[in-house]
C-alpha cells in the first residue's frame, strides 16, 4: 500500500515547467568514440515524478558497453539552480548540473578524474533532439564522448498545470 505522507508537497515544481517539452518516449541512434564503427540503438524516457515536482529520465542502449541508466532532475529555488542526480547499472552515481535553454539543456559535472558535459538541442518541430557529449580527463582539454539522436516516439500529454 502506498503512504499518502508528503502527498501535498507532489505538485508541479514551476522551475521545471521547460522539460514539458521532452515528457514522453524516444528511440536513440548513435556513436562513441571508445566503440568505432557501432551504431548505438536504444531508448529514452522522461517523465514527471510525483506530480510534476521532479522529472525522470530513463535511458537504455542495446550495447552493452554503454549502461543503462536512471537521473532524477530538480532544482533549487533559492539559486535558481538544477541539477540531476545519475545513477547507472555500473553503480555509478553522479550529480551534474544542469542548464536549460531556450534550444535545449546542458548538464555537466567537474571532477578531477573526469570532467563531462553533454548538450542537448531540440529541433524546432519538437519531434528530434540531437545530443552532444564531451569529457575531459585533466579538466583543460576535451575529446568527444557518447552522441545520440532522439526521435520522438510518443509525447505524454503533462497533467501538470502551467507555471505562472
Do not use: C
Not at 539559486?79 to 542548464?99: C, I, N
Amino acid at each position: 500500500m502506498e503512504s499518502d505522507v508528503g502527498r501535498e508537497a507532489a505538485i508541479p515544481n514551476p522551475a521545471l515547467q521547460p522539460w514539458n517539452a521532452v515528457v514522453g518516449d524516444w528511440t536513440t541512434v548513435g556513436r562513441h568514440p571508445l566503440l568505432p564503427g557501432v551504431e548505438l540503438h536504444g531508448r529514452a524516457s522522461f517523465a514527471w515524478l510525483e506530480g510534476g515536482a521532479f522529472l525522470i529520465m530513463r535511458t537504455e542502449i542495446d550495447e552493452p558497453q554503454v549502461p543503462s541508466g536512471i537521473a532524477i532532475v530538480g532544482s533549487d529555488d533559492v539559486t535558481g539552480e538544477q541539477f540531476m542526480l545519475y545513477y547507472d547499472e555500473r553503480r555509478v552515481s553522479r550529480r551534474y548540473a544542469v542548464t536549460w535553454r531556450h534550444d535545449g539543456w546542458q548538464w555537466s559535472r567537474d571532477a578531477p578524474d573526469m570532467s563531462q558535459r553533454f548538450t542537448v538541442t531540440i529541433s524546432d518541430d519538437g519531434r528530434s533532439m540531437l545530443g552532444q557529449g564531451q569529457m575531459s580527463r585533466d579538466g583543460t582539454s576535451w575529446e568527444g564522448d557518447l552522441e545520440l539522436t532522439y526521435r520522438r516516439i510518443s509525447a505524454k500529454h503533462s497533467t501538470r498545470l502551467a507555471a505562472g
